[in-house]
């Protein structure tokens, strides 16, 4: 187990618990991380967690300090540049990241976007309620009253702005959760919604997942490539059956 000192634009930098040094990781050779875990009944986000944060970094500082004591004398570990070469970094890395590290307010907290364009979007899951029996068990608890996630809401938009751009906006002002599979990641070359609300692609069946419309139809395309105009609606659906669409 690794943990994640810091992530780039294309790359990890990630420690052990039993190793010396920082290692820099390609993304694409990253096959999975933990981005949560449960203290008790408590689910804790490590993604969005200030202390977790804080502490990692310590963590990695405090364990140099230690090995400096327990091994040899500093000069001598000094003189190894490879660990000093890493201390520094591991410090550069903490103190650039300082103005990342932000409590849950300000993660959540939304620019306003001035402007007098203006398109509506929802997320709606209510077909899993006709379908309740095909749902991925303790997935319940994530499915509302209603079946609505994100009722109809207002949000301005800019030039360019496409479906995706809304979405990501729409999901962190309302504290949603939200997984996608990049535009690296897969053949099409398009972002792909794999998850909202913890809900994914196939957990109400084989044929399910999220699918979106504007205007009332379908779109044909990747959400990162759909531009919006002013007055567009739209609609993430979580479909059971593509038969129904």
């Not at 990630?14 to 390609?26: A, T």
């Not at 002002?173 to 070359?189: A, H, R, T």
């Not at 913890?198 to 109400?204: D, K, V």
Request: contains cysteine; glycine residues 6%.
């Amino acid at each position: 187990m690794h943990r994640v000192i810091s992530v780039r634009e294309k790359e990890y930098i990630i420690c052990g618990d039993n190793c010396k040094y920082l290692e820099i990781i390609p993304q694409e050779n990253v096959l999975g991380y933990a981005a949560g875990c449960f203290k008790g009944k408590k689910y804790i986000d490590l993604n969005k967690n200030f202390l977790y944060k804080v502490y990692t970094h310590l963590w990695y500082i405090i364990k140099y300090i230690y090995f400096f004591i327990k091994k040899e004398s500093i000069y001598k570990k000094l003189m190894n540049k490879k660990i000093t070469i890493s201390m520094l970094l591991c410090c550069s890395v903490f103190l650039s990241s300082c103005d990342l590290i932000k409590t849950k307010d300000e993660y959540y907290s939304v620019n306003s976007n001035e402007s007098d364009k203006y398109i509506t979007m929802s997320i709606d899951c209510s077909q899993i309620l006709e379908n309740m029996e095909k749902l991925e068990d303790g997935l319940e608890k994530y499915i509302p009253e209603n079946g609505i996630i994100l009722e109809e809401t207002k949000y301005p938009i800019s030039a360019n702005e496409t479906v995706y751009d809304v979405l990501t906006r729409a999901v962190k002002e309302n504290e949603i959760q939200l997984e996608v599979q990049g535009i690296n990641d897969n053949s099409f070359g398009s972002v792909y919604v794999e998850g909202i609300n913890y809900i994914y692609e196939f957990s109400c069946g084989p044929e399910s997942g999220w699918i979106y419309k504007v205007n009332d139809e379908f779109a044909q395309y990747g959400c990162n490539s759909f531009i919006l105009n002013d007055g567009d609606k739209v609609q993430w659906i979580y479909t059971c059956s593509l038969e129904d669409y």
